[in-house]
């Protein structure tokens, strides 16, 4: 058996999968996101009941928002009674067995690059669009995420100039706290700010989408701008890592027209003649960054 563990700031997802990576058992908790000592504890009493059913000590790979420094420690506003704790070697401390971490959409890439819609790919970036945009490296199977497990945040390099007064857009807050991060135009309620900046009075992604495919002009407007402001992120992507493919996960992506528009709106900011590397939707959805969390564990050295 491995484990996989996908840390959010509400809840806590368990996984138990086979040695064939096949789901066995899910189990949800909430997650104590202010309380380190109950945070530690719920993993701990999670695992070893796992541990009792299955008859083993399995190990274990924990998938969190945020970032891990070079000592260990976390750093994830999300959490913040988990900010500033070595989480990895505690819980491997607390439950005598390695335990592996990794920001969550790193580990989505992880495991959208290992047998998901990136595999068969040499270098594959994984960029989650949802309430937030991030994604992570992956490289002959291994996620490359830099000297502090930074590398893959796409979505707070800023919105070029020429893309803020070509749609004369304001300059938006991030969450983040940095002015002008493509996340505030382009995921979650970046994406809705976008759509009021076009006139359009939508609620969610979903009622956008059905109003450009009626036919609204400001939804339409809304569409268009959307689709270049992605391409010009995703074309820095491409510029910095040149990968063999993108795999797109979140909400966001199950919108049609995201990954059928994406690979035009990314040649439209890359060199003249470049072609973009194919977009694919992820192959497990939601469940690919516990799936990643399982497989960063299965390459643990026992
Ligand atoms: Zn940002």
């Known amino acids: 058996m491995i484990y996989g563990i996908d840390i959010g700031g509400t809840k806590i997802e368990f996984v138990a999968f086979d040695d064939a990576l096949e789901a066995v058992e899910r189990r949800r908790l909430a997650t104590p996101a202010h309380d380190y000592g109950a945070f530690t504890q719920a993993l701990t009493q999670l695992i070893e009941e796992a541990d009792a ?3 083993g000590k399995a ?12 000592e260990g420690r976390a750093l994830c506003a999300n959490l913040p009674g988990v900010t500033g704790h070595k989480v990895a070697q505690d819980m491997a401390q607390r439950l005598g067995r390695p335990v592996a971490m990794l920001n969550d959409t790193r580990c989505f890439a992880l495991s959208e690059a290992r047998g998901g819609a990136g595999e068969g790919h040499r270098v594959v970036f994984g960029a989650i ?3 937030g945009a991030a994604g992570g490296l992956v490289i002959d199977g291994h996620v490359e995420d830099g000297h502090r497990g930074l590398a893959g945040e796409y979505g707070h390099l800023p919105l070029p100039a020429a893309l803020q007064q070509t749609y004369d ?6 969450g983040c706290g940095l002015p002008g991060c493509f996340e505030a ?3 979650g309620e970046g994406l809705i700010a976008l ?11 979903r009622a956008l989408a059905a109003a450009w495919r009626a036919g609204d002009r400001a939804a339409l407007a809304t569409r268009d701008a959307f689709l270049d402001i992605l391409g010009a992120s995703f074309a820095n992507i491409v510029k910095l890592c040149d990968p063999d493919i993108i795999v797109l996960g979140g909400g966001l992506s199950l919108i049609e027209e995201v990954c059928a528009g994406l690979p035009a709106a ?3 900011h890359l060199f003249s003649g470049l072609a973009s590397p194919p977009v694919v939707r992820a192959k497990f959805g939601d469940s690919s960054g516990v799936r990643g969390a399982a497989i960063l564990a299965s390459l643990l050295e026992p």
């Open 53 to 55: 059913r299955f008859g």
């Open 59 to 70: 190990p274990v790979g924990l998938g969190m928002p945020g970032l891990t420094d070079r």
């Open 129 to 131: 669009l949802g309430t």
């Open 169 to 174: 857009l304001p300059i938006l807050t991030c």
């Open 185 to 187: 135009y382009v995921a």
């Open 195 to 205: 759509a009021r900046c076009f006139g359009a009075d939508v609620a969610d992604s």
């Open 266 to 268: 990314i040649a439209g």
